[in-house]
């Protein structure tokens, strides 16, 4: 058999997989942005760019409503517009605090991380104007949504960090890196954000962009870039959606990290977003989560 002809069963046969994945119940998306500190105005525009670009997608391109968009930035005048908020620890750890009040159990809430990563020897941090955000202040942040599907993706340097601290069910991580000690400015945003708003990740041509979808697409414009600049790969993507903590740069339909993300698309709601189980168990967990909006509240 010759080589198109492999390629071209290759791709009906991903088609066929991808509309033929079980589609996860998916309520109200809250789509959560974050734009860290740039640190040069090269850097501070990129991120700028990106942010907007991503936002701009989910609404215009994806069908989210702008209210359940929220863009945090370095400088709120540089867009006042679209920026609500600067992207301070507080903030981030207050916008997902009122999120999750208000998040019915089968919403879904998708973060994405735009900026620099450091890490030093206990964890790894997203650099942020003012105290960074760490794999813990996420931690908190995260326990408020007990049910929901979440979804982050971290674009900069040292996300991989993230990827264990945050693992568990219901939880779609991607990093721009492997470990925490990829710590070369990364690459990843600018495909993401491409990924988000043209239409060269619709790989199944559902006219859907799910995150397995965007993140296969940003992996090989990456590696991409790096072949044509002759440069050494100095940041591996990876993708983590089983909840065991190791996340997989050859994620896909056939696991063991990628299926969930397959379900995870970035329009379209479903009928199911008021519905609330009755379920002693889930009662519980909500009863955790005002617990940490408490907590969250007092940092």
Known sequence: MTGPRIAVLSAAAFAFAMSSAPMAAQGRTHAVIVAGLGGTAEYRESFHAEASMIREALIELHGLPAEDVTYLGEKVEVDPTTILLRSTRANVLQVLSEIAQQADPLDRLFVVLIGHGTSNDSEVQFNLPGPDLTSTDFLLGLGAFPTQTLALVATGSASGGFIAPLSGPNRILVAATRTDRQLNATEFGQFFAEAIAEGGADLDHDDRVSLLEAFLYTRREVERYYEDEKEILTETAVLDDN???????????????????????????????????????LAGLYAERNEIQGRMTGL
């Open 243 to 281: 909840g065991d903590g190791t996340a997989s740069h050859d994620a896909g339909l056939a696991g063991p990290d990628g299926p969930l993300a397959a379900t995870f698309h970035l329009g379209g709601i479903s009928g199911t977003a008021g519905q609330t189980p009755d379920d002693p168990a």
